[in-house]
């Protein structure tokens, strides 16, 4: 029931992931939407943003989502409010984000040289490959090789982690403390809209009453004998 009817094919599904149907400008917008409209405590769905936000700067590719409901949830956050967070960082702003977690972490770490998107997306590839093929290794004729999965982790992911950490935890407050106030507003407006509502229709109701027969009709009054006198 619940179902496409259409279903997508594997490639419908990668192309979605990387561009949307609907462009993300109306990703983003229907995630704020959703996140307007959670069932939660300002400063809980706050929380969870910052874990999303938080984690999503990490090089944890692939663990985004577990990693912030895990983060989300031990700060007390909305875990679903931290799970669409993560769709803050996408293949639209991932490079930036790469390059510069990976540039403060190696600065941080004394290591020269500024590496791209290209080459850092690139290294991260070639390491799922080999270290892929080093699982496979005892089971086949392959041969496991973990020399550059020891430099890809030394130049590329502890730097990464690093920079991502101290980025993440700047931005996700940032956007925590923002957050509260806009969701704290949204609540109000919403919960004021929503008792504007209720009145109109004790209004509207309260008139048909009066407008059915007889529900509204004056009393008879007696006539004045004082007339007749």
């Known amino acids: 029931m619940f179902k496409r009817r259409d279903p997508r094919s594997y490639g419908q599904i990668a192309s979605d992931m990387i561009y949307p149907r609907g462009g993300w400008r109306r990703a983003g917008t229907y995630v704020w939407h959703r996140l307007r409209r959670l069932p939660d405590q300002p400063h809980r769905i706050a929380r969870g943003v910052a874990a999303g936000i938080g984690v999503s700067f990490t090089p944890l590719f692939g663990f985004h989502f577990v990693s912030a409901g895990a983060v989300g949830w031990l700060?007390?956050?909305?875990?679903?409010?931290?799970?669409?967070?993560?769709?803050?960082?996408?293949?639209?702003?991932?490079?930036?984000?790469?390059?510069?977690?990976?540039?403060?972490?190696?600065?941080?770490?004394?290591?020269?040289?500024?590496?791209?998107?290209?080459?850092?997306?690139?290294?991260?590839?070639?390491?799922?490959?080999?270290?892929?093929?080093?699982?496979?290794?005892?089971?086949?004729?392959?041969?496991?090789?973990?020399?550059?999965?020891?430099?890809?982790?030394?130049?590329?992911?502890?730097?990464?982690?690093?920079?991502?950490?101290?980025?993440?935890?700047?931005?996700?407050?940032?956007?925590?403390?923002?957050?509260?106030?806009?969701?704290?507003?949204?609540?109000?407006?919403?919960?004021?809209?929503?008792?504007?509502?209720?009145?109109?229709?004790?209004?509207?109701q309260a008139a048909q009453a009066e407008a059915r027969p007889g529900s509204a009709v004056p009393p008879a009054t007696a006539p004045d004998s004082s007339r007749d006198s």
Request: aromatic share 14%.
């Open 75 to 204: 700060i007390g956050g909305n875990v679903l409010a931290a799970l669409l967070a993560t769709f803050a960082i996408n293949p639209v702003t991932v490079p930036f984000v790469a390059v510069l977690a990976l540039t403060t972490g190696r600065f941080l770490l004394g290591q020269h040289g500024d590496l791209g998107p290209q080459m850092i997306f690139g290294e991260f590839a070639r390491a799922s490959e080999e270290l892929w093929n080093n699982v496979l290794a005892p089971f086949g004729p392959r041969v496991a090789h973990w020399g550059h999965l020891a430099d890809f982790f030394d130049q590329i992911f502890w730097p990464y982690m690093i920079g991502g950490v101290i980025w993440g935890t700047i931005f996700g407050a940032l956007c925590h403390y923002l957050t509260v106030p806009i969701i704290r507003a949204y609540h109000k407006r919403r919960a004021k809209k929503m008792e504007e509502r209720i009145a109109r229709l004790k209004t509207i």
